[in-house]
């Protein structure tokens, strides 16, 4: 199936610095990604759609000055945490669809387990 | 009403049995569905799209009934490898994202 790679894998970070946060679609092209946080026993809550060439849409609740969102490419979407602090502490997963794929099935990269000190 | 919505269990099940996990969407525009699985502390994993005919992959078989809106798992012979936390995930119409269920928590014991 698609691969789609995210990473770091892991992150540890002091309180109010940045962390970037990378995802590739390896072997397709995707004009929309998805960014996704997961607390612990806790379901997958979307933050942002991320769209190529165009601003990314942020979910309510969701600081688009703290997560900032760029998608530059077709296979690459980032997503910046600015000023962490430690309830930014969760999973990070992205997730991407293939533009020709008419069933529109959506494919994750690892997941980002950040960890803010 | 939930856009998805799925029984969270936990189900906990003997190895060799048959589990069936149900789930419930709102949007009846809805396009395509999926089952997905989670294992902890990592990502989900597509499982297997669910088709209007019902479609079979080995020990596991998803159903889907339209009318009702309502989406079926079924696995056969549980081993303990299929514990793990199962996505009912709907599509609905456009580029939009993927709706997930919260999720039913699966423990096959020995």
């Known amino acids: 199936g698609a691969v789609v790679s995210q990473h770091p894998s892991w992150v540890i970070c002091k309180s109010g610095t940045s962390v970037k946060i990378e995802c590739r679609s390896l072997?397709?092209?995707?004009?929309?990604m998805f960014w996704y946080r997961q607390f612990p026993k806790q379901s997958l809550m979307l933050m942002a759609t991320?769209?190529?060439?165009?601003?990314?849409?942020?979910e309510q609740g969701v600081e688009k000055d703290k997560f900032l969102i760029n998608h530059a490419s077709l296979t690459l979407s980032t997503l910046t945490v600015t000023s962490a602090h430690p309830e930014d502490s969760s999973f990070y997963i992205c997730?991407?669809?293939?533009?020709?794929?008419?069933?529109?099935?959506?494919?994750f990269g690892q997941g980002t387990r950040l960890t803010v000190v | 009403r939930k856009e998805v919505e799925q029984d969270p269990g936990p189900f906990n099940v003997p190895e060799g049995a048959t589990v069936a996990f149900n789930c419930t969407y709102s949007?009846?525009?809805?396009?395509?569905f999926f089952w997905y699985r989670q294992d902890c502390r990592k990502e989900p994993k597509l499982l297997m799209s669910v088709y209007s005919s019902g479609n079979e992959d080995g020990r596991f078989t998803a159903q889907l009934n339209r009318a009702s809106q309502y989406i079926s798992l079924l696995i056969r012979d549980s081993k303990l490898s299929d514990s793990a936390t199962y996505l009912c995930?709907?599509?609905?119409?456009?580029?939009?994202?993927?709706?997930f269920g919260k999720g039913t928590r699966l423990s096959v014991i020995a």
């Open positions: 072997d397709f092209q995707a004009t929309t």
């Open positions: 997730s991407a669809r293939n533009i020709r794929d008419t069933r529109f099935e959506a494919f």
């Open positions: 949007n009846s525009a809805s396009q395509s």
């Open positions: 995930v709907v599509n609905p119409p456009g580029n939009t994202p993927l709706v």
């Open positions: 991320s769209n190529e060439g165009s601003k990314a849409t942020y």
